[in-house]
Nanobody, 124 residues
Framework: QVQLVESGGGLVQAGGSLRLSCAASGGTSTNMVMGWFRQAPGKEREFVAAVSWGGSIRYYADSVKGRFTISKDNAKNTVYLKMNSLKPEDTDVYYC?????????????????WGQGTQVTVSS
């Protein structure tokens, strides 16, 4: 079992920045992919970014490319999502996810392990 604990959400004005953290523990593996997803009430969970366990391969949704950066601290088994130039439409609950070589890094249904979520609210 893998446990994921997110932190770092909050309220920020449009144009501001936040950094989310996701600490992984338990049965982690060097074949794991770590991802960030977000979800608004009544909507489907949406892919944001993903990173390979070693941190060298990164993927981004088009909507966040150039504004968000995913990174990984291997010593701490922690994944970060640095969010810059935030927009009101980035307001969502953000979830950390992990799985061993998911067949699709963008599909939330391919991830087994999930954190509890952290709220990000961007005011205009």
């Amino acid at each position: 079992q893998v446990q994921l604990v997110e932190s770092g959400g909050g309220l920020v004005q449009a144009g501001g920045s936040l950094r989310l953290s996701c600490a992984a523990s338990g049965g982690t593996s060097t074949n794991m992919v770590m991802g960030w997803f977000r979800q608004a009430p009544g909507k489907e969970r949406e892919f944001v970014a993903a990173v390979s366990w070693g941190g060298s391969i990164r993927y981004y949704a088009d909507s966040v490319k150039g504004r968000f950066t995913i990174s990984k601290d291997n010593a701490k088994n922690t994944v970060y999502l640095k969010m810059n130039s935030l927009k009101p439409e980035d307001t969502d609950v953000y979830y950390c996810a992990a799985d061993v070589r998911p067949s699709s890094y963008q599909d939330p249904g391919k991830y087994t392990y999930w954190g509890q979520g952290t709220q990000v609210t961007v005011s205009s």
